[in-house]
């Protein structure tokens, strides 16, 4: 690609060839030993669990759980990455992931072949590693898995709907449980508790608690007694593992020849002898703390996007100023403290056994989020130094980790949003927003108390946590409502699984006389996939408890803490439990909709005979059809026919979600956030009345239908907007995706159309917002030729992936977004 139009800033770095290494030797260094390797795995922590394991049965799992972790502490291989400044891995140098057996080893004989040879996301596992992994790991694991249990548990009226196989690896994406491949959701720890106080004084309330409890209480003696047993170990296990390494760095230094490094490596053993036993002294020692936290975290249990990084600009600041003030530490001097963080971060991937979590989330997806920005728990601007540190080393350090999200709301100070809006033009798709407006007083209405709500930390994709008050950890249910539609059409069934009856059998499409007996068929089949949904997770949800626990994110919870439970428990007193369902096609549904209403029972401009036609031949030779239905009145346009659609299929899910999230005491939420799942989704999906061809993605989030949003961004800002049901509480995030030319923000008048419209965003009460900002003429010479683009960035839903990383469709996806070429 030549310069054919106006380049974001990351498009000129990588067309143009600019270095960006001068300053940053150190970083680029590290980086250079595994950047775009093929990752491999580390069996060590499935090893020393399942040792474990296996010789605790029959005691408390929480127990259990602590002791694994306390075996894999004093056992797993510790590493220092040569030249970084922070200590600690949870597996091998290089790219590499780790297993949970515990979770689905029972198809490791059936996956771990495979797995260098998938197409998406590959991993390399040795044949020693194999042997061992197949002969001695996992055979213990079959039988016992909580996969296994679901599967084997799950009434015949679900697993319709759930699976393609007997034994449920395969997803039929109709209404998919994500549960069976991680042991819990995102999460946040208190990190901020762990750097002032240490491990060893958190050990000690255990202890005081445990010695507190009433020997003769027969309750306390069978429930609490092991919990706080438990409390101690894990603790006990963090400390053991941190001071290995502070062994392993001296031996270092021992053998190190070049100075500097060898008083880097005597420094390294000084600070993990400090933390996280005991509280951080200062900035470097509060991110060595952090960061053991977040690595053990990994080895603890697999979260979904793993533990997020909290509110980073919040809780080391005080340990930057104080530093800054006593010239311990400068800008450049922080910068790159938390540049090793991100490439150290980089080199742990979030592995996928399970073939349809590999679909889901593709490109080595794990989002980390640091939450910069937003107010304080007394309802002051937060923004601070350390805010506009994390944004000048994501334009500076362009990579992919951490995930930045930056939290917004109606007094956001001018300057920090101008420097938002720069790092957004960079084109890499950071930061993603989160809106303080929408958020806080919805999780106030939750039940979540306010000056917690006002500290909440953006957690995955879109979701925001409070560390000390969330207490639901269980993957949710994803559902297909595009299915619905084609349900409706083909009296319950998909034509991609045949004849076999899917749905419920709601006649012909041709026999429909009028628009009300075409909805009220489409609701039927629609609400029907929501029952299944909420019926499948009421089943999760009871057995979840029985296969994983949390002691480590348990021992950071104040609510854990004091009521003596585990955090994978159903209820703790004093939780607010947050879950959600996922709507997948969320566009590509209401798009469909309005077409069949408009154009066959009200202008009568095709007949739904004319209609069943062309999506049986996926538009071939029907192409005057496709061209009307993509015509008719879409979502994204600021149509108030369309987006009246929109608010109503949004308003019935939420009915149905507030009637049973009463009986559950869970308040189950309506979602728009698929992640890359709309891309396999779409794939059993066929044709659609909005002119969709068949196979091929749905929309994703609260976006626009691929190349149905006509008028502009505002207007795409304006139908969300318009299509949410402000007055009810059980909703959750609307991803929203929005894609701009850099031509469109080229300059300072640019940047501040951005800001602008991040105004007019956070006004509107809208949950999040992110950008590409990029020609589709990159989109196109990357995919063509990507050994020239591997460094090019894209946001997908929630995170950024390197484009050349992920499937040819999913890059089809990015592509065939609307480019807005003007605010």
């Known amino acids: 690609m030549t310069g054919c139009c106006t380049l974001s800033p990351q498009e000129d770095r990588l067309i143009n060839k600019i270095d960006t290494r001068k300053g940053r030797e150190r970083v680029y260094g590290i980086l250079d030993t595994f950047h775009m390797t093929v990752p491999s795995i580390d069996i060590e922590r499935a090893r020393y669990f399942t040792e474990s394991m296996k010789t605790t049965e029959g005691q408390v799992l929480v127990l259990r759980w602590a002791k694994a972790l306390k075996n894999v502490a004093e056992n797993i291989t510790v590493y220092i990455t040569p030249n970084s400044l922070l200590a600690g891995r949870a597996g091998k140098m290089g790219r590499y992931g780790i297993l949970y057996p515990e979770i689905d080893g029972d198809f490791y004989k059936v996956v771990m072949k495979d797995l260098h040879k998938r197409a998406k996301s590959p991993f ?92 003769l209480s027969p309750v306390q003696n069978v429930e609490k007694r092991p919990f706080y047993q438990a409390m101690i170990i894990v603790c006990d296990a963090v400390m053991i593992w941190a001071r290995r390494h502070a062994v392993l760095a001296r031996e270092l230094a021992a053998a190190e020849t070049d100075e500097k490094r060898k008083a880097e490596l005597l420094e390294i053993a000084e600070i993990c002898e400090q933390v996280p036993a005991k509280p951080a002294r200062n900035f470097r020692e509060a991110l060595q703390c952090q960061w053991f936290v977040q690595m053990f975290s990994r080895i603890e249990q697999k979260s979904s996007a793993i533990i997020s990084n909290g509110r980073m600009d919040q809780y080391l600041y005080p340990f930057y100023k104080k530093d800054l003030e006593a010239g311990i530490i400068d800008e450049d001097k922080a910068t790159e403290l938390l540049e090793n963080m991100w490439v150290e971060m980089a080199q742990f991937l979030d592995l996928y056994i399970n073939p349809t979590g590999n679909e889901f989330q593709e490109g080595y997806a794990h989002w980390e989020a640091v939450t910069i920005g937003g107010q304080t728990p007394e309802g002051e601007d937060a923004t601070n130094d350390l805010s506009y540190l994390f944004l000048r080393s994501k334009r500076e350090f362009p990579f992919n980790y951490p995930d930045l999200a930056t939290r917004i709301h109606s007094r956001t100070p001018e300057r920090f949003l101008h420097e938002v809006a720069l790092t957004i033009k960079d084109g890499s798709g950071y930061p993603k927003l989160i809106n303080d407006e929408e958020i806080i007083p919805l999780y106030t209405a939750k039940g979540a108390p306010f000056n917690e709500a006002l500290d909440y930390a953006v957690s995955g994709c879109t979701e925001a946590r409070m560390p000390n008050r969330d207490t639901y950890t269980s993957g949710c249910v994803y559902i297909n409502a595009a299915t619905a539609i084609e349900m409706t059409l083909n009296n319950g069934r998909l034509k991609h699984y045949g004849d076999e009856l899917i749905g419920l059998e709601t006649g012909n499409a041709t026999d429909y006389k009028s628009w009300d007996e075409f909805y009220k068929a489409f609701v039927d089949q629609y609400m029907n996939l929501i029952s299944k949904a909420f019926y499948q997770q009421a089943l999760v949800d009871k057995l979840r408890p029985q296969h994983f626990a949390s002691p480590m994110a348990s021992v950071l919870h104040d609510l854990c803490m004091k009521e003596g439970k585990d955090l994978q428990n159903e209820k703790i007193e004093g939780g607010v439990d947050f879950s959600y369902f996922e709507i997948l096609g969320y566009g590509t549904v209401t798009d469909s909709l309005s077409a069949i209403k408009k154009l066959v029972f009200e202008d009568k401009k095709l007949t739904m005979e004319e209609v069943m036609e062309a999506l049986a031949t996926d538009f071939e030779g029907h192409e005057d059809v496709r061209e009307m239905l993509r015509n008719a009145p879409a979502y994204g346009n600021n149509d108030p026919y369309a987006d009246s659609i929109a608010k109503e299929l949004d308003r019935i899910t939420q009915v149905y979600a507030e009637k049973y999230s009463e009986e559950r005491g869970i308040n189950c939420d309506v979602r728009y956030v698929p992640i890359t799942s709309h891309v396999p989704f779409g794939k059993i999906v066929s044709a659609t009345p909005n002119g969709r061809h068949a196979w091929t993605a749905l929309s994703d989030g609260t976006s626009a239908s691929h190349g149905a949003d006509h008028n502009g961004p505002t207007a795409v800002l304006m139908s969300n907007y318009h299509t949410k049901n402000t007055g009810m509480k059980n909703r959750a995030s609307r991803l929203l995706n929005l894609k701009l030319s850099p031509k469109a923000v080229e300059g300072e008048e640019g940047t501040r159309k951005i800001m602008d419209m991040i105004r007019t965003w956070c006004d509107l009460r809208l949950w999040h917002l992110q950008f590409n900002i990029i020609n589709k003429e990159t989109l196109l010479a990357a995919q063509k030729d990507p050994d020239n683009y591997r460094d090019l960035l894209v946001r997908i839903a929630g995170y950024s992936a390197y484009f050349c990383d992920l499937s040819e469709d999913l890059q089809n996806d990015v592509i065939n977004r609307t480019e807005h070429a003007a605010i």
């Open 124 to 215: 390399l596992l040795s044949k020693e590693d194999t042997d061992l992994l197949l002969n001695e790991i996992a055979p213990y694991w079959e039988g016992k898995t909580y996969h296994e249990h679901l599967n084997h548990a799950m009434p015949e009226e679900l697993r319709t709907v759930t699976y393609d196989d007997d034994e449920g690896l395969k997803s039929k994406f109709v209404v998919s449980e994500t549960s069976s491949y991680r042991s819990a959701l995102q999460w946040v720890h208190d990190f901020e508790k762990v750097i002032k106080r240490g491990f060893e004084d958190i050990k000690a309330e255990a202890q005081a608690r445990l010695d507190a409890l009433d020997p």
